[in-house]
Every structure is written in C-alpha cells, then in structure tokens.
Nanobody, 115 residues
Framework: QVHLVESGGGLVQAGGSLRLSCAAS????????AYWYRQAPGLQREEVAS???????NYLESVKGRFAISRDNTETTLYLQMSSLKPEDTAVYFC?????????WGQGTQVTVSS
C-alpha cells in the first residue's frame, strides 16, 4: 500500500526558507513521476513542481528560481526546497506520486509566510 507523509511546513517570515519532505512507503520516486502541489484557501490546487523523467523537471512560473524539487539517494524521499518565500506562497503543500496507473497523495503540510 502506498503511503506518503509530508513534513517540514511551518511559519516563516517573507524572504525566509523552508524545506519540505515527503517520505514514501510502498513505492519510490526512482521511476515514478512525482509532484508537489499546493492549495491556498478558496483557490484550486495547483502544481508547484514535478519530476516526470530523468531530466524532466518543471516548475510553476511564479516559483521558478526560488523552489527546487529533488529526491534523496534512496529515492524514497522527495524534497521541495523553498527560498525567498512570499506571503502568496502560503498554502497547504501536498506531495503526490504516480504508481501503477494511480496518483497517490499525502495529507499535506501547512506553509504560512508572514509579511
């Protein structure tokens, strides 16, 4: 059974940094497409970053140059390094992975950026 657990969220001042982690069990991020999404109150969930192939990484335009998605050497943990955070980055952040034709989601972690 696939299970994803995010951690690393919290309250940070504008301009600060956070690193989100997503630990996987029942799957890994080696050969599966992996994603970070976020959802702010009253807004739709949006894709922030994705790894969909060995050299295929994509970012939401508004986070380019500030956020970086990566995997650890064991490929069971997905990261999202977030720098130069802005109040508009405030949201619940979710990781997701495609596994055998299904997309699995974590429970989310809250990121709040104060101005």
């Amino acid at each position: 059974q696939v299970h994803l657990v995010e951690s690393g969220g919290g309250l940070v001042q504008a301009g600060g940094s956070l690193r989100l982690s997503c630990a996987a069990s029942g799957t890994d991020f080696r050969a599966n497409a992996a994603y970070w999404y976020r959802q702010a109150p009253g807004l739709q969930r949006e894709e922030v970053a994705s790894i969909t192939g060995p050299n295929r990484i994509n970012y939401l335009e508004s986070v380019k140059g500030r956020f970086a998605i990566s995997r650890d050497n064991t490929e069971t943990t997905l990261y999202l390094q977030m720098s130069s955070l802005k109040p508009e980055d405030t949201a619940v952040y979710f990781c997701a992975v495609d596994h055998r034709g299904r997309t699995y989601w974590g429970q989310g972690t809250q990121v709040t950026v104060s101005s």
